[in-house]
């Protein structure tokens, strides 16, 4: 954790209290409301959830609320018998919300479709019959490569109610990160897609994942989509193999009857960086995720009938698995799907988006926000966004800077703003303010959500002001952990502190209001733009070059990104460090992980700093990639290393 980010957020005492009327018409308000409604979730949990698994449907009701007879690996709502696809469609056909758009989907290139309630549930069927007649059954795992259209959102309802377990691969993933995660599930199904559109380019898809599986056994069939109203995507199409998802799809019966699932059956799979060189594959369950997610929607973003809830993330990743497609699904909400870049045609792109459907409630990434800032107010200032009422922000810490932007230009100083912390492993958001109730603070995620139980520790389990945040009690879209390999998951999350504290990885501070302020990772995984790389993957990459002896990656400061990564590379003897090996080096990562990864700085070495007992000191790295004062060098073997590499760097 970096000292001087504790000194800002310690400096930073301004609050922001929600309107009256934000507070009048919001879900819950006032912080009595929130206080009673906290602690009734921490005494009495099995209650709480209980009761809000109550407004959702299953089909039988489950016998225990939470078992931790397994602990760390804790079961929500057993006995029970639900299915997340009905909860999220079929529940809202009987009522007001059967002819209400559920799908608001927005290509680059400006092409749209709706998509009602009644609409999505015929498509998820038909999909799901089409499945089930090329053999996909419950458990099978599905994964999942395609762009930001309406079938990936589709996709995941379809494996839902069939009960098949999907494995989303962000569509900026290289072949061979395809291929690594279709191994590790074991997968024998890939939805994928002929093409998208990106910045006016085209981006083929389908040659990715042909590249991938090519001599993989597990794969049986391969569903294309193709990409509606665009003509320019060639693709092969492999006899008896791959399929065109219109073909599969076209006779299919508009009803599909829904697989009742048991409330620990496998939802999904999503890979996400870690402290090694090899992803892990993240584990989450039909109930208790669907409880959670269905909760802090409703709370969070204060969900209303008459909303249009528009979330930026791409499905790849968890944000728009929980609150792009399961959460505000199960809410009835009406959500809108963008395909493309934020900057284009032009810069305005997301606000023409907020004024042409009149999204009332926004949630992006701070890395999006500052680059909104570079660009300048006149773009959000050409599009009427009036309609807004709510932001949220979600992802890396956001600096009061941005924060305050954020507040002023996009919302009016009138929105609240919901900073919301979680991750991957924890499914849906664990701290944030609830936005009828919460006075903000510019870069504090504030409070804990309901049965969140969360701390700041010291490495000896101390309560501190300042160390490391940890959860007490398990909540119901905790992971159920890491896909093969149990032991991870508790060595990871689970390790100090005799199992008393789900460790998420993060540094934190909170302050004398109880507010908590994440800081960020305290471990070897760099979040650029909100998302995880581990710098062991990179590493790892770096030494299957033919000229690579060692390699050091670390996370650095950047404007935008919030974090960059910078690579330190030690040659092999007589190889010369040149820009056209740089070149080579970031194509192998572009090929090996995807192009999103490519660091700021790839800095040749002749050697690495290590303490005497072989440690590579990265905190020294990242003094010196930063620019920063050299911090404590007595254990260094030989310091001189230090002041070699500063060199090199600086005139970089
Ligand atoms: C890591 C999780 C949660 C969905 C997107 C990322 C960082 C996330 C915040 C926030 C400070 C945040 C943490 C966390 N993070 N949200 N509001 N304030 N840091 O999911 O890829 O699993 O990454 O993102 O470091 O551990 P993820």
């Not at 697989?259 to 090899?278: A, P, Q, R, V």
């Not at 802090?296 to 609150?323: M, N, Q, R």
């Not at 909104?372 to 800077?401: A, C």
Request: aromatic share 12%.
């Amino acid at each position: 954790m970096d000292t001087q980010d504790i000194d800002v957020v310690l400096h930073e005492n301004r609050a922001f209290p929600p309107s009256q009327e934000f507070q009048d018409q919001a879900h819950i308000s006032g912080r009595e409301a929130y206080q009673a409604l906290y602690q009734k979730s921490i005494d009495d949990p099995d209650t709480f959830w209980g009761e809000v698994a109550s407004e959702l449907h299953w089909f039988k009701k489950w016998d225990q609320v939470m078992d931790n007879s397994e602990k760390p690996f804790f079961k929500w709502f057993t006995g029970g018998k639900t299915n997340l696809c009905y909860n999220c469609v079929d529940r809202h056909l009987d009522g007001p919300n059967r002819n209400k758009a559920a799908l608001i989907w927005e290509g680059e290139p400006g092409d749209s479709r709706v998509l009602t309630y009644f609409d999505l549930h015929r498509e998820v069927c038909k999909f799901a019959n089409g499945l089930k007649s090329i053999g996909v059954k419950k458990g099978d795992r599905v994964a999942i490569y395609l762009p930001m259209v309406p079938e990936l959102a589709m996709a995941l309802l379809t494996c839902a109610r069939i009960g098949a377990v999907h494995s989303v691969v962000f569509a900026g993933f290289s072949a061979d990160s395809i291929k690594d995660r279709i191994l590790d599930m074991d997968a024998k199904f890939v939805i994928t897609g002929d093409g998208s559109w990106r910045r006016g380019n085209p981006l083929h898809l389908k040659s990715m994942v042909d590249e991938a599986i090519e001599g993989v056994d597990c794969i049986e069939k391969v569903v294309v989509v193709k990409r509606e109203n665009s003509n320019v995507f060639d693709c092969d199409i492999q006899e008896g193999r791959d399929l065109w998802y219109h073909n599969l799809v076209k006779d299919q019966s508009q009803n599909c009857p829904v697989e009742k699932l048991d409330s620990e059956d496998m939802l999904f799979l999503l890979y996400t960086s870690g402290t090694t060189g090899k992803p892990k594959g993240i584990m989450h369950t039909q109930g208790g995720y669907m409880v959670y997610t269905y909760l802090t929607a409703k709370y969070v973003f204060d969900l209303k009938p008459e909303d249009v809830y528009f979330c930026t993330a791409d499905i790849g990743w968890i944000t728009g698995h929980s609150y792009l497609a399961y959460g505000p699904l199960a809410n009835a909400a009406s959500c809108v799907m963008y395909e493309g870049a934020p900057n284009y045609p032009d810069n305005g792109r997301f606000w023409e988006i907020v004024e042409k459907y009149g999204a009332t409630i926004f949630y992006t990434a701070p890395t999006a926000i500052r680059a909104f800032m570079k660009w300048g107010d006149q773009w959000p200032e050409r599009h009427d966004l009036s309609s807004l009422r709510l932001l949220g922000t979600v992802g890396e810490p956001i600096n009061p800077e941005a924060w305050m932007w954020y507040h002023k230009v996009i919302g009016a100083e009138q929105c609240p703003i919901v900073d919301t912390w979680w991750q991957t492993e924890t499914g849906g958001i664990m701290l944030t303010p609830l936005p009828g109730v919460t006075p903000t603070k510019p870069g504090s995620a504030t409070l804990p959500f309901f049965g969140v139980d969360a701390a700041v520790i010291n490495e000896d389990g101390e309560e501190k002001q300042a160390g490391l945040l940890a959860i007490r009690k398990p909540w119901p879209s905790i992971t159920r952990g890491v896909y093969g390999d149990p032991e991870r998951f508790k060595e990871t999350y689970w390790c100090n502190w005799d199992g008393k504290y789900y460790f998420p990885g993060d540094g934190a501070k909170i302050d004398d209001d109880g507010y908590f302020w994440v800081l960020g990772r305290v471990d070897d995984v760099v979040n650029v733009s909100g998302h995880r790389i581990g710098t062991a993957e990179l590493e790892s990459v770096y030494v299957e070059h033919p000229t690579v002896a060692e390699s050091a990656v670390v996370g650095i400061k950047h404007e935008i990104k919030g974090q960059g990564l910078a690579s330190f590379v030690t040659l092999r003897e007589d190889i010369e460090g040149t820009d056209e090996l740089k070149t080579e080096l970031d194509e192998l990562v572009a090929k090996k992980i995807g192009k999103f990864a490519k660091p700021e700085k790839i800095i040749f070495t002749l050697d690495l700093p290590k303490t005497r007992s072989g440690k590579i000191m990265r905190r020294l790295l990242r003094d010196i990639a930063e620019g920063r004062a050299l911090g404590n060098v007595t254990t260094l073997a030989d310091p001189s290393i230090v002041e070699s590499l500063k060199g090199q760097y600086s005139e970089d």
